[in-house]
């Protein structure tokens, strides 16, 4: 099969109708957050990093200082250096300004989709396969920061609980099903109760503690818990 543009778009359009109800989420938790529609539709313009945006409006919230949220936002998007390294093993070879292109689009989906491809993919396939998916996230993000401005006061806050919700169900299914995922949410439960109500531990502010938990969570979880391979 040739991979072009179009075929790349077609193959992006499950993810766009994902994103969209994932970035209505966003862009009613950005406006909650009094946060401006024009800045919320701009963060989504310019990032598609999900879990890195919900936490740097979230720490915005909170009056967190450029720093928190800038190493709280390094810390959860890493994961996108480590699979642009495993993805430059899959495209074809291309001028670096095109594999940055590429590199801004990329996301846990997009990365899943074009590295289980049999063959290698080229510069045309892979924009199609970003640009739905984008335009997906901005709409999205338009919608719920639109949407929420317009809801009563009551209504607005009370609808910031879909974002939990939406966590929760991405979470427990996983953590069903495997028993690292479980160990991994008990762990960060954990750590979390501690910063939040041990002593000198809870006078640390919520960005460097998400920061700190992450990462003890992160290597904690890498040392004690192994995953078995599933066999094919």
């Not at 915005?60 to 699979?83: H, K, P, Q």
């Not at 992160?218 to 066999?231: C, D, F, P, S, Y």
């Amino acid at each position: 099969m040739k991979l072009t543009f179009f075929s790349g778009l077609c193959d992006g359009i499950p993810i766009c109708l994902g994103y969209i109800v994932v970035s209505m989420s966003f862009g009613m938790l950005a406006v909650a957050q009094n946060i401006p529609i024009s800045i919320a539709i701009a963060l989504s313009m310019t990032n598609m990093t999900s879990a890195g945006q919900f936490a740097a409006v979230n720490l915005a919230g909170t009056f967190a200082s450029y720093a928190e949220i800038g190493v709280a936002t390094l810390v959860i998007n890493i994961r996108y250096a480590l699979m642009s390294l495993v993805l430059s093993q899959k495209i074809e070879k291309m001028p670096f300004f095109k594999r940055m292109i590429i590199a801004f689009g990329i996301t846990d989906e997009i990365f899943t989709l074009a590295s289980t491809r049999s063959e290698k993919v080229n510069f045309r396939y892979m924009s199609g396969l970003i640009v739905t998916p984008y335009i997906g996230w901005a709409m999205g993000t338009t919608l719920g920061a639109t949407i929420n401005s317009l809801l009563p006061k009551a209504i607005a806050a009370a609808m910031g609980i879909t974002l939990y919700g939406m966590f929760i169900a991405i979470v427990m299914p996983a953590a069903k099903e495997e028993k690292a995922v479980l160990i991994t949410l008990i762990i960060a439960m954990f750590l979390s109760c501690v910063f939040r109500y041990a002593p000198y531990l809870s006078q640390l502010s919520s960005g460097w503690a998400v920061i700190i938990v992450t990462l003890v969570t992160a290597a904690l979880a890498a040392t004690m818990v192994q995953i078995k391979e599933k066999n094919a």
